[in-house]
């Protein structure tokens, strides 16, 4: 691919690095002209008067980004006051999730509790909180091995807060000690160049400090040596693994001086898509309502209506179906070539044609 045809990382680079952030848009632009070659201006292809009338609606349309600004300004702050008066029950909640407090109620009475003493001891606060609300959240369930289940059982609290300088928020995880890694807090921070879109510029995640043999991203190959080779030992091959623990690597924008072609900027795109979503997801789903995954009720509430729909879709067809076998039961005594028909139309599912159209099975929902 020729020069003119790939993504300049020194011009992006140089975008992200400036205090203006219009110059962003203009480098994204520019280069998204010169990869798809066009080059066309609407406007001098108008004739006067509807040029005209497309300059009153654009004027219109900054008088909507004006007020639309001064919206985003007030939501922020309005945020900022509401995340400060969340603190207090977060506070609350993380006491009983790990047993700092109990509860009025939760004491045994006297003769069970000499026989619970071993399982009260064992069951302190509420056992896999965090982890158990995470899985029942199929975004984050899809990035949670079965290896990760043992670390993230250690997993206590998530906070997230908003950063300013440069705009964004930041997430982080606390973990009791735990035998696969020294850190007790792991942080994953977003600097977003319009917050209010989102535009993400860059995700940054800590560094984790694995124990020797523990490192949940990364999987060891052991293979037999050739027969007749002088090494008798196990060649072993270090590969990287799916984990939710690469949450804390994101991917990462090459530097200024590389060049990217399309295909690969596309996928780089995608892959911080993907983190984005799953950062967000934690802090707008799993912070402010962990007790409702943690019981499965967010869950049904998000998923359940496609659920639903699904078991509407295969009543459907039943219905369908039955109709089909009433129908043949009427029509025995009409020609082998019906007859013949019928059984087809029974055998792919699909409903009868009506109006002149040829029924079909309805689209099954499918969940992303």
């Known amino acids: 691919m020729s020069n003119n045809d790939s993504l300049n990382m020194a011009d992006l680079g140089a975008a992200l690095n400036a205090e203006n952030r219009a ?6 632009k520019n280069k998204l002209q010169d990869l798809t070659g066009k080059h066309s201006d609407v406007l001098e292809n108008l004739s006067p008067n509807v040029r005209k009338r497309v300059d009153v609606l654009r004027g219109i349309q900054s008088q909507h980004d004006e007020l639309e600004a001064k919206f985003f300004e007030e939501r922020a702050a ?4 509401y995340q400060k008066l969340y603190q207090p029950l977060y506070a609350k909640r993380y006491e009983i999730v790990t047993g700092a407090v109990e509860v009025e109620g939760a004491t045994a009475d ?3 509790k000499n026989k619970e003493d071993e399982k009260e001891a064992e069951e302190k606060g509420v056992p896999d909180f965090w982890l158990t609300a995470m899985k029942n959240n199929e ?6 091995s079965e290896r990760d289940e043992g670390a993230l059982k250690f997993l206590k609290d998530i906070k997230w807060f908003r950063i ?3 705009k964004g928020f930041k997430l982080e995880f606390y973990f009791d000690t735990n035998p696969f890694f020294k850190n007790s807090v792991l942080t994953k921070i977003y600097h977003m160049i319009d917050e209010d879109e989102p535009i993400l510029e860059k995700a940054i995640g800590t560094e984790i400090e694995w124990y020797p043999g523990k490192t949940l991203t990364q999987k060891i190959l052991k293979k037999k040596p050739k027969k007749g080779s002088k090494n008798a030992k196990p060649i072993t091959k270090t590969e990287q693994c799916d984990s939710f623990f690469n949450f804390f690597s994101p991917p990462q924008v ?5 060049d990217i072609d399309e295909d690969a900027a596309e996928e780089l795109q995608n892959l911080m898509e993907q983190d984005y979503d799953i950062g967000s997801t934690i802090r707008d789903k799993i912070i402010p309502h962990a007790v409702s995954w943690f019981t499965g009720e967010a869950a049904q509430e998000e998923y359940g209506d496609i659920e639903d729909d699904e078991d509407e879709d295969l009543d459907d067809e039943d219905d369908e179906d039955d109709e089909d076998d009433e129908d043949d039961d009427e029509d025995e005594d009409e020609s082998k070539t019906m007859k013949k028909s019928s ?9 009868p044609a009506a109006d002149g159209q040829q029924g079909e099975r309805p689209p099954e929902c499918k969940q992303q």
């Open 23 to 28: 110059d962003l848009v203009n480098v994204l």
């Open 78 to 81: 309005l945020e900022a006051r």
């Open 110 to 112: 006297s003769e069970e």
């Open 139 to 144: 975004v984050l369930a899809e990035e949670i």
């Open 164 to 166: 300013d300088n440069p």
């Open 254 to 258: 090459p530097e200024e001086d590389e």
């Open 343 to 351: 059984a087809v139309r029974k055998k792919s599912g699909r409903a």
